[in-house]
């Protein structure tokens, strides 16, 4: 599938676009006509966010492609040529996912997919972490940060659910109907796992592509309290 009109959108709570990451990744993508996005000083769910992402991608930009991204990610590669091929055997195109769940406790799309021993979980990301002395965490000052390769598993593939760091919508998966879940109490968690796995039940190709990001953030650290009332809706609504 050409990709004619990219857009690329993401959310972030700083007053200043210029301070996000993803937005100094522009100039990777200057050969290519893509409209870009972001919601500076963002306080609204990345559901509702993302959900007016869609319709702006339909309605103002008549794009044919939406790309939602953290804003802490770099680009290691301009994604679009790559989605162009992915886009031919899938709707909905992530970095890293899991082709087979159970909806369980603790719900994380990789512990649900059954962990790295499991083989359902494919991808790769690359994170950026705190080293010290050979050991990871989260230090000091006194710390060096490095880029440290996540592995899931192989990829390209057929997948149900997708990490939420990266994620591309054709334009039929935008024309769908299937939206982003605002009734989610977790603000930040959970929309990306609910969005695919809806897409997956109604029939739409998820898959899990070869395009290289780097995060710039570890991931979730610890499990707020936002992040369990999102995750008691998330078991309510599959559970069965």
Not at 39 to 45: A, D, G, K, L, V
Not at 182 to 187: G, L, N, V
């Amino acid at each position: 599938m050409e990709i004619k009109k990219p857009l690329i959108c993401s959310a972030t709570t700083k007053l200043d676009l210029r301070t996000t990451t993803i937005w100094g990744e522009r100039q990777k993508l200057e050969d290519c006509d893509t409209d870009w996005h972001i919601f500076e000083s963002n306080t609204s769910p990345l559901a509702v966010v993302y959900n007016r992402a869609i319709e702006m991608a339909l309605n103002t930009y008549n794009s044919d492609c939406l790309i939602l991204v953290h804003d802490d990610v770099i680009l290691e590669e301009d994604p679009i040529p790559k989605l162009e091929k992915l886009f031919d055997e899938y709707d909905l195109v992530g970095v890293a996912g899991c082709s087979k769940a159970e909806i369980k406790s603790p719900a994380l799309w990789h512990l649900m997919g059954g962990g790295f021993e499991g083989g359902h979980l494919h991808g790769k990301v690359n994170h950026m972490v705190e080293e010290k002395d050979g050991r990871m965490g989260y230090g000091g000052a006194d710390w060096e940060i490095s880029k440290q390769s996540t592995n899931f598993g192989a990829y390209p593939h057929r997948v149900i659910m997708i990490d939420g760091v990266f994620m591309a919508l054709s334009r039929k998966m935008m024309e769908s109907g299937v939206r982003f879940d605002e009734k989610c109490p977790s603000a930040f968690h959970f929309y990306d796992c609910i969005f695919s796995l809806d897409a997956y039940l109604a029939r739409y190709k998820v898959g899990v592509g070869d395009i290289l990001i780097t995060h710039e953030s570890p991931g979730l650290r610890s499990f707020t309290d936002e992040w369990k009332s999102g995750e008691n809706y998330f078991l309510k609504r599959y559970g069965q």
